[in-house]
T-cell receptor, first 112, second 116 residues
Framework: RKEVEQDPGPFNVPEGATVAFNCTYSNSASQSFFWYRQDCRKEPKLLMSVYSSGNEDGRFTAQLNRASQYISLLIRDSKLSDSATYLCAVNSLTSGTYKYIFGTGTRLKVLA | DTEVTQTPKHLVMGMTNKKSLKCEQHMGHRAMYWYKQKAKKPPELMFVYSYEKLSINESVPSRFSPECPNSSLLNLHLHALQPEDSALYLC???????????????FGDGTRLSIL
């Protein structure tokens, strides 16, 4: 089993739809969690940090479920510009150093 | 605009060449990272520097040699690369590995490397 897993998609949704992605992780000692957005041939850009209490930024909501070891990202009122790959990053302590383990990424296509 | 600057944006080199990739950040971050990313795959960690000291080398071949001259700069020296090393090389930085370990990493826009 991979340390961090995501459904690769693609998720094809119409404009205005609500879409949700999950990311599961296997290391129960993981410390912090993030969602990144990556456009084709570009660098990952930080979308949101994921807090235990959940957090919202406009149309985006991120949640953490430590008991079931997953994080989620909800996008409301999808826009064409939301089309991208969404990567989850799990920050864990390994041999005294914190490092990210990325999921494979979930591709989202928002259709007109 | 990204606050982590990488140069060059593109690099084409032969297998016998020696070149260097450069990364710079002025956010006062004390942890810096090199990643390699192939098409349709997530970034793969190569090296981690914390307070200018190498703290993780993910069993990267010696033809890749990192260097951290000061807290703002990170280099990746390349020598005798193979065609399979062609990829996007990403630099990232974060506030630190000690009391600020929960802060996110910020990525540069990468160097697209092609090995002929």
């Amino acid at each position: 089993r991979k340390e961090v897993e995501q459904d690769p998609g693609p998720f094809n949704v119409p404009e205005g739809a609500t879409v949700a992605f999950n990311c599961t992780y296997s290391n129960s000692a993981s410390q912090s969690f993030f969602w990144y957005r990556q456009d084709c041939r570009k660098e990952p850009k930080l979308l949101m940090s994921v807090y235990s209490s959940g957090n919202e930024d406009g149309r985006f909501t991120a949640q953490l479920n430590r008991a079931s070891q997953y994080i989620s990202l909800l996008i409301r009122d999808s826009k064409l510009s939301d089309s991208a790959t969404y990567l989850c990053a799990v920050n864990s302590l390994t041999s005294g150093t914190y490092k990210y383990i990325f999921g494979t990424g979930t591709r989202l296509k928002v259709l007109a | 605009d990204t606050e982590v600057t990488q140069t060059p944006k593109h690099l084409v080199m032969g297998m016998t060449n020696k070149k260097s990739l450069k990364c710079e950040q002025h956010m006062g971050h004390r942890a810096m990272y090199w990643y390699k990313q192939k098409a349709k795959k997530p970034p793969e960690l190569m090296f981690v520097y914390s307070y200018e000291k190498l703290s993780i080398n993910e069993s990267v071949p010696s033809r890749f040699s990192p260097e951290c001259p000061n807290s703002s700069l990170l280099n990746l020296h390349l020598h005798a690369l193979q065609p399979e090393d062609s990829a996007l090389y990403l630099c990232a930085s974060s506030q630190g590995q000690r009391d600020r370990f929960n802060q996110p990493q910020h990525f540069g826009d990468g160097t697209r490397l092609s090995i002929l």
